[in-house]
């Protein structure tokens, strides 16, 4: 039997025993932004880091109000929200240089939505060689930056961004 230790993953697991809070409803207070991951909040869409992601950079783009779909959504809220995705993309470029993307949305849980409440924009960046010998015969992904110093790097090019 091959054993994988993670145990950072145990706050992921007892996460549903927290007070409801939804994990893309920033509120008002900005406070706790850098602990949420959040990068990024706008009048109609935010965006915050993944915590358990597929590769760095990994981000979620969702909109301010709590919506589960598309179909809930104004115009105005889907025009920026897009911006918002396009933005993203951008800053992602420009700090990490990937060579491509996933972009993807995932609406009901039979689709993959971890948080179908709240509709997210995933945002993967992808390099040449991202996938190795490690996810394809080990079924483990290998993260080579910690998220706090994504965060931080990413975090200084958001700062301004409607400026």
Same mark, same amino acid.
């Given at each position: 039997?091959?054993? =994988?230790? /993670? %145990?950072? *993953?145990?706050?992921?697991? #007892?996460?549903?025993?927290?007070?409801? !809070?939804?994990?893309?409803?920033?509120?008002?207070?900005?406070?706790?932004?850098?602990?949420?991951?959040?990068?990024?909040?706008?009048?109609?869409?935010?965006?915050?880091?993944?915590?358990?992601?597929?590769?760095?950079?990994?981000? =979620?783009? /969702? %909109?301010? *109000?709590?919506?589960?779909? #598309?179909?809930?959504?104004?115009?105005? !809220?889907?025009?920026?929200?897009?911006?918002?995705?396009?933005?993203?993309?951008?800053?992602?470029?420009?700090?990490?240089?990937?060579?491509?993307?996933?972009?993807?949305?995932?609406?009901?849980?039979?689709?993959?939505?971890?948080?179908?409440?709240?509709?997210?924009?995933?945002?993967?960046?992808?390099?040449?060689?991202?996938?190795?010998?490690?996810?394809?015969?080990?079924?483990?992904?290998?993260?080579?930056?910690?998220?706090?110093?994504?965060?931080?790097?990413?975090?200084?090019?958001?700062?301004?961004?409607?400026?």
């Amino acid at each position: 039997m091959k054993v =994988l230790w /993670a %145990p950072w *993953r145990m706050e992921y697991i #007892l996460s549903d025993q927290k007070e409801g !809070e939804c994990i893309f409803c920033p509120g008002e207070d900005r406070s706790r932004d850098a602990e949420r991951l959040i990068l990024y909040v706008g009048e109609k869409s935010m965006v915050i880091m993944n915590r358990y992601p597929y590769n760095n950079g990994h981000l =979620l783009v /969702a %909109p301010v *109000r709590h919506v589960a779909s #598309l179909d809930q959504l104004s115009s105005e !809220e889907m025009l920026d929200l897009l911006m918002t995705v396009r933005r993203a993309i951008d800053v992602l470029k420009e700090e990490m240089g990937p060579e491509g993307f996933n972009v993807g949305l995932n609406l009901g849980r039979v689709a993959g939505a971890g948080v179908e409440a709240h509709m997210h924009f995933h945002i993967v960046p992808r390099w040449n060689g991202d996938t190795n010998y490690m996810t394809v015969l080990g079924e483990v992904r290998v993260i080579p930056e910690h998220l706090q110093q994504t965060y931080r790097k990413l975090l200084k090019r958001f700062k301004g961004i409607d400026d």
